[in-house]
């Protein structure tokens, strides 16, 4: 397997503020990042902005500033949710910075030398909401963007293609060769029965009629259209085309890394068509996979700045806390799938997962360890009892599955599986009853042994989970007195790491909620940005 991982959010369009669904995408990179550098994969994440663009331009006139103004303001917006939601991205690229503006002035120039790009005219129905272009097939009788329903506004002008039907016999046959390129696999089938199948136009790749982008050098008055400029960040952030690519020899070009991409559905096609063209067309490889995550929906549809259902972020942190925030976008949605997002669903997997599991094993293991052994953990000696060898195998089971599930983006499943083995940790404190243990001194060694083997499990459990609980894990480990060398994935999975260290009673990590306040809290949250709107 590949000790080398490049994974990739969208770049996000700064038109308004961030809300939970860019959280949602860009915090579920982050918790596959962290999971692979966890196990020592050598990782590279990155996430950014698609500066570029006619909406950006006419959102910048609105306000009576320039398009840069406008980006460098919603930017800092941008960086700042990152931090609070403690993401580890290694580059935040901006189409606007000089290294992606001259990157993709050359490959602009290399398609022309090599006829890969042509200059003719476009006419066509186009979404400024949407940046696209579409036929009158598409956008029917009523003339609205397929995407989005907006109205779409008939336009001609002078314009780049890029030549599409030069390379789309090749991508149908790497779709064929790599059946997990797109992930869900519906998607594939969505591209090419949507598509490619009817007919795949060249592609349109430059724009005259705003200013607000790359331009073509080839063609005064021509700025690099929107997905041309926008997909290559991808690469341009590892250094492609620079002098210091060390980074993109690493992270791109050797055959051993995996390259995972990150996308909502509405930019599917240009990420599964348009994007392994142009890296063909470069002479270079495709991604190892383009997974499309799920939406995070509200009751009256998808989360939108223009419906005023968006939920801002910050306050639900600092109400909560950064990990029972990242925990909720893991557990309580399914990566792949469509989700909802309920107040009462958010405070109730808060109560479930953290309040009554976790921090119910976390408390009951350190209070006994403290009650019976002068707080001093017991040495690991071997399986006494089925109980002890049940809860043993099912930590070994877990540790395989995590990886498994991980290594297949099935990240909700893969964070379940802990769950289920704190879930029978719990149980096992039942069974084992270490209060009656206790009570009779010939069953000593079977207190011993419950104790070592629950301070194991709530050692590796904190271990799995620490790509979620990026604070709690090390409090966690506090409680246990996990000295910080023993901090590791592989000496979490060894039972008997932890013997001879002294637990330490520490504050409650995970307070159970009061959910009719905590409900009122979220629901007040969410009508505020409705309220905004109206006004």
Same mark, same amino acid.
């Given at each position: 397997?590949?000790?080398?991982?490049?994974?990739?959010?969208?770049?996000?369009?700064?038109?308004? /503020?961030?809300?939970?669904?860019?959280?949602? $995408? +860009?915090?579920?990179?982050?918790?596959i #990042?962290?999971?692979?550098?966890?196990?020592?994969?050598?990782?590279?994440?990155?996430?950014g902005?698609? =500066?570029?663009? !006619?909406?950006?331009?006419k959102?910048?006139?609105a306000?009576? %500033?320039?398009?840069?103004?406008?980006?460098? !303001?919603?930017?800092?917006?941008?960086?700042?949710?990152?931090e609070?939601?403690?993401?580890?991205?290694?580059?935040?690229?901006? *189409? +606007?910075?000089?290294?992606?503006?001259? &990157?993709?002035?050359?490959?602009?120039?290399?398609?022309? #030398?090599?006829?890969?790009?042509?200059?003719?005219?476009?006419?066509?129905?186009?979404?400024?909401?949407? =940046?696209?272009?579409?036929?009158?097939?598409?956008?029917?009788?009523?003339?609205?963007?397929?995407? $989005?329903?907006?109205?779409?506004?008939?336009?001609?002008?002078?314009?780049y293609?890029?030549?599409?039907?030069?390379?789309?016999d090749?991508?149908?046959?790497?779709?064929?060769?790599?059946?997990?390129?797109i992930?869900?696999?519906?998607?594939?089938?969505?591209?090419?029965?949507?598509?490619?199948?009817?007919?795949?136009?060249?592609?349109?790749? /430059?724009?005259? *009629?705003?200013?607000?982008?790359?331009?073509?050098?080839?063609?005064?008055?021509?700025?690099?259209?929107?997905?041309?400029?926008?997909?290559?960040?991808?690469?341009?952030?590892?250094?492609?085309?620079?002098?210091?690519?060390?980074?993109?020899?690493?992270?791109?070009?050797?055959?051993?890394?995996?390259?995972?991409?990150?996308?909502?559905?509405?930019?599917?096609?240009?990420?599964?068509?348009?994007?392994?063209?142009?890296?063909?067309?470069?002479?270079?490889?495709?991604? /190892?996979?383009?997974?499309?995550?799920?939406?995070?929906?509200?009751?009256?549809?998808?989360?939108?700045?223009?419906?005023?259902?968006?939920?801002?972020?910050?306050?639900?942190? =600092?109400?909560?806390?950064?990990?029972?925030?990242?925990?909720?976008? $893991?557990?309580?949605?399914?990566?792949?799938?469509?989700?909802?997002? +309920?107040?009462e669903?958010?405070? =109730?997997?808060?109560?479930?997962?953290?309040?009554?599991?976790?921090?119910?094993?976390?408390?009951?293991?350190?209070?006994?360890?403290?009650?019976?052994?002068?707080?001093?953990?017991?040495?690991?000696?071997?399986?006494?009892?089925?109980?002890?060898?049940?809860?043993?195998?099912?930590?070994?089971?877990?540790?395989?599955?995590?990886?498994?599930?991980?290594?297949?983006?099935?990240? &909700?499943?893969a964070?379940?599986?802990?769950?289920?083995?704190v879930?029978?940790a719990?149980?096992?404190?039942?069974?084992?009853?270490?209060?009656?243990?206790?009570?009779?001194?010939?069953?000593?060694?079977?207190l011993?042994? $419950?104790?070592?083997?629950?301070? #194991?499990?709530?050692?590796?459990?904190? &271990?799995?989970?620490?790509?979620?609980?990026?604070?709690?894990?090390?409090k %966690?480990f506090?409680q246990?007195?996990?000295?910080? !060398?023993?901090?590791?994935? !592989?000496? #979490?999975?060894r039972?008997?790491?932890?013997?001879?260290?002294?637990?330490?009673?520490g504050?409650?990590?995970?307070?159970?909620?009061?959910a *009719?306040?905590?409900?009122?809290?979220?629901?007040?949250?969410?009508?505020?940005?409705?309220?905004?709107?109206?006004?």
């Amino acid at each position: 397997m590949s000790k080398k991982f490049y994974i990739t959010t969208p770049i996000y369009y700064p038109s308004a /503020s961030p809300h939970l669904g860019h959280a949602y $995408c +860009t915090t579920m990179c982050d918790i596959i #990042a962290r999971g692979k550098r966890l196990r020592g994969f050598e990782t590279f994440f990155l996430t950014g902005l698609d =500066e570029h663009g !006619e909406k950006i331009q006419k959102n910048a006139e609105a306000k009576g %500033i320039s398009p840069q103004e406008f980006v460098d !303001e919603v930017a800092l917006k941008f960086t700042n949710l990152w931090e609070t939601l403690k993401i580890s991205n290694d580059d935040f690229i901006r *189409t +606007t910075e000089p290294r992606h503006y001259e &990157t993709v002035q050359k490959i602009f120039s290399d398609f022309v #030398a090599k006829d890969d790009v042509y200059l003719s005219s476009y006419k066509g129905w186009y979404c400024v909401h949407e =940046e696209s272009f579409w036929t009158e097939t598409q956008v029917g009788e009523e003339h609205v963007c397929p995407d $989005c329903g907006r109205p779409v506004e008939l336009k001609e002008e002078p314009a780049y293609f890029f030549r599409c039907s030069k390379y789309v016999d090749g991508l149908v046959k790497y779709y064929d060769e790599n059946p997990k390129f797109i992930t869900p696999e519906g998607r594939k089938a969505e591209m090419i029965n949507n598509f490619i199948k009817p007919g795949l136009n060249d592609l349109c790749v /430059s724009r005259t *009629t705003f200013s607000w982008g790359i331009p073509v050098k080839e063609s005064e008055g021509h700025v690099v259209y929107v997905w041309l400029d926008a997909l290559t960040n991808y690469i341009t952030a590892l250094g492609y085309g620079q002098e210091n690519n060390e980074n993109f020899k690493k992270f791109w070009l050797d055959e051993d890394c995996e390259i995972v991409h990150v996308i909502g559905a509405d930019i599917t096609r240009f990420h599964t068509i348009y994007w392994p063209m142009f890296l063909k067309a470069l002479d270079l490889r495709q991604p /190892s996979r383009v997974f499309v995550h799920g939406l995070m929906m509200m009751k009256d549809g998808k989360m939108s700045k223009s419906k005023g259902n968006v939920i801002p972020v910050p306050p639900l942190v =600092e109400r909560f806390g950064v990990d029972a925030v990242r925990l909720y976008l $893991c557990r309580e949605i399914v990566f792949g799938q469509d989700g909802q997002f +309920t107040p009462e669903q958010f405070v =109730e997997r808060l109560n479930a997962d953290l309040a009554n599991n976790l921090g119910n094993l976390l408390n009951r293991t350190v209070s006994m360890i403290n009650k019976y052994f002068d707080g001093i953990i017991p040495s690991f000696k071997a399986d006494l009892n089925d109980l002890d060898k049940n809860i043993h195998e099912l930590a070994e089971k877990t540790v395989k599955s995590y990886e498994y599930l991980n290594d297949e983006l099935k990240v &909700t499943e893969a964070y379940a599986s802990v769950f289920d083995l704190v879930s029978a940790a719990n149980k096992y404190i039942e069974d084992s009853a270490p209060w009656a243990l206790a009570k009779d001194p010939e069953k000593k060694e079977l207190l011993e042994s $419950c104790m070592a083997h629950l301070a #194991a499990v709530i050692y590796l459990a904190g &271990t799995l989970l620490s790509p979620i609980l990026v604070t709690k894990s090390e409090k %966690i480990f506090d409680q246990l007195g996990v000295t910080p !060398e023993l901090r590791n994935y !592989e000496d #979490a999975q060894r039972f008997g790491a932890l013997d001879g260290l002294k637990v330490v009673k520490g504050e409650q990590l995970f307070p159970r909620l009061d959910a *009719t306040v905590e409900i009122e809290y979220i629901k007040q949250l969410m009508a505020a940005p409705k309220e905004k709107a109206a006004a």
